[in-house]
């Protein structure tokens, strides 16, 4: 038996996906000078953008454009991709500093936007569990 809503395990997913590209975004700012290291970069859209190719989330749409999305939790894990395509520096390594910070601070916005809306679905059970008091 489920007891939250389906918001809540998306928001889930989403604080999941935040905290592992946080992981990554971090390890590259710690290996900027590391002789040779390639940076990493974790792709949920294209997690994302295949699921919806598939129709493997399928629902109740209203229009055909409407992207479709199930009643069920689907597991969408995203993958981490290392970016072996580019070498801004002669050691070999091709961490951009101020790409990895500009990333890590609309990570850090995406993060507190989805702790805010889950503080809230929270908040919405509690005010329902005491009847509104």
Do not use: C
């Amino acid at each position: 038996m489920n007891i939250f809503p389906q918001s809540i395990h998306s928001l889930e997913q989403a604080l999941s996906t935040s905290t592992l590209k946080q992981r990554v975004l971090s390890s590259n700012i710690a290996n900027v000078e590391t002789p040779n290291y390639k940076s990493k970069q974790v792709d949920f859209k294209a997690v994302l953008e295949n699921a919806t190719n598939n129709q493997s989330m399928a629902s109740y749409k209203t229009n055909a454009t409407h992207i479709s999305f199930g009643s069920e939790t689907t597991q969408l894990n995203p993958s981490i991709k290392v970016n072996n395509t580019t070498t801004n520096k002669p050691n070999g390594n091709n961490v951009d500093m101020d790409f990895e910070m500009a990333e890590l601070a609309k990570n850090q916005l995406w993060y507190n936007a989805v702790t805010e809306r889950i503080n809230g679905k929270f908040n919405s059970l509690r005010t329902v569990i005491s009847d509104g008091r």
